[in-house]
């Protein structure tokens, strides 16, 4: 199983119904995955990283569900810190998935597409919990921990992720 699909699964599996994020070049298995489960989740297609993570925050607020957004490696990422601080001020549960550069090149400093020194120093201070999933059989586990951190701890935002190479 691909990263992708597990991704999408457990959405579906905790009850997400709409998932808000701008298509890139380094998310496209997060929609070809998305496109297959149309009848049970909804994707929002965004023009802005930031749009999407507002409108995550801004569902999370109206329906007291977690608002889940997507965003593609590095400056997607630095695009969506500035919602997630708000949603992180706020106590607004929000799930932020990424992809991130290929296992074997992350901080190798190689100018890989949208290269990152280290995206998650940029996010750790906004979130509650961040994680890289390393293989598809870890992404369960870590969407199943940050359900629990809404459920269960101060909600605040959570952001994994995932691999290029895990994501296909």
């Not at 699909?5 to 599996?13: E, S």
């Not at 990283?49 to 109206?62: C, K, L």
């Not at 290269?115 to 598809?136: G, L, M, W």
């Amino acid at each position: 199983m691909r990263g992708s699909d597990a991704i999408v699964r457990m959405l579906i599996a905790h009850g997400v119904e709409y998932v808000f994020g701008v298509p890139g070049d380094t998310s496209m298995n997060f929609h070809d995955a998305f496109s297959q489960a149309t009848d049970k989740i909804t994707h929002v297609t965004c023009r802005d990283e930031r749009s999407a993570a507002f409108m995550a925050d801004g569902y999370a607020r109206v329906t007291g569900k977690p608002g889940v957004c997507f965003t593609i490696t590095g400056p997607g990422v630095t695009n969506i810190a500035t919602p997630i601080g708000q949603a992180y001020a706020d106590s607004i549960p929000m799930l932020v998935i990424s992809s991130v550069n290929k296992i074997n090149s992350m901080g190798k400093g190689r100018g890989e597409l949208h290269e990152t020194k280290n995206q998650r120093a940029i996010i750790d201070p906004v979130t509650s919990f961040s994680a890289t999933a390393f293989c598809p059989s870890e992404v369960p586990a870590l969407i199943a921990r940050a359900f629990s951190i809404f459920n269960g701890e101060r909600p605040r935002p959570v952001f994994i992720e995932i691999p290029l190479d895990v994501m296909n």
